[in-house]
Structures are given as structure tokens and as C-alpha cells.
């Protein structure tokens, strides 16, 4: 059975730093693409920054200079280090795992088969 678990979603100041990471069991095979997305009340979801299996990262015009994604194959966990939080990254942050061609690049959440429940982060001002 696969599964992805996030975690270290919480509550901080505009200027703070968070790190998520998702803990990922069942998957097989090398090639993957991992990324993370992030869903605010009312809003689409929008894909983060990505990362394949190759190690090579994508992100959002958003997040760059901000956030960093970085994953431990051996410990089968992706993390998503957020810095500089301001308001407009208040939302939902989901893990999400795909084997399909080309999705990395585009961080288009209808090619991620596979989720996470999510996590919850806040950042006030």
C-alpha cells in the first residue's frame, strides 16, 4: 500500500520559517517525480516546487529564493524548507508523487496520481 504523510505544518509571523516533510512507503521503481502543492480557501491548487528522482528541482515563480525542496532517498522523505514566510503562503501544503513523463517541469497537479492528506500552515502579519 503506498502512502505519503506530511508533517511540520503549524502557525508563525510573516518573516518566519518552516520546514514540511513527507514521508513516502510502497512506492517502487527509480524514476519518480515528488513535489509539493498548496491549496488556500477559495484558490486552485498550485504546484510549489518539485524535485526528480534525478535530483533536479523546479519551483514557482512565488517561492524561488524562498523555499527549498531536497529529499533523503534513504530515508524515503521529501522536505520543503520555507523561509521568508509572508501571508499569501497560508495554505494547505500537500505531498504528491507521480511516475509520468514530464510533469516535474510543469508542477501540474493533474498529473500527481498519488497524495498525502495535507498539512496546515498559517503565516500572520
Known amino acids: 500500500q503506498v502512502q505519503l504523510v506530511e508533517s511540520g505544518g503549524g502557525s508563525v509571523q510573516s518573516g518566519g520559517s518552516l520546514r514540511l516533510s513527507c514521508a513516502a512507503s510502497?512506492?517502487?521503481?527509480?524514476?519518480?517525480?515528488m513535489a509539493w502543492f498548496r491549496q488556500a480557501p477559495g484558490k486552485e491548487r498550485e504546484g510549489v516546487a518539485g524535485?526528480?528522482?534525478?535530483?533536479?528541482?523546479s519551483y514557482a515563480d512565488s517561492v524561488k529564493g524562498r523555499f527549498t525542496i531536497s529529499q533523503d532517498p534513504a530515508k524515503n522523505t521529501l522536505y520543503l524548507q520555507m523561509n521568508s514566510l509572508n501571508p499569501d503562503d497560508t495554505a494547505m501544503y500537500y505531498c504528491?508523487?507521480?511516475?509520468?513523463?514530464?510533469?516535474?517541469?510543469?508542477?501540474?497537479?493533474?498529473?500527481?496520481?498519488?497524495w498525502g492528506q495535507g498539512t496546515q500552515v498559517t503565516v500572520s502579519s
Open positions: 510502497g512506492f517502487r521503481g527509480s524514476y519518480y517525480c
Open positions: 524535485i526528480h528522482s534525478d535530483g533536479s528541482t
Open positions: 504528491a508523487r507521480t511516475t509520468i513523463y514530464g510533469t516535474c517541469g510543469r508542477l501540474n497537479f493533474k498529473g500527481f496520481p498519488y
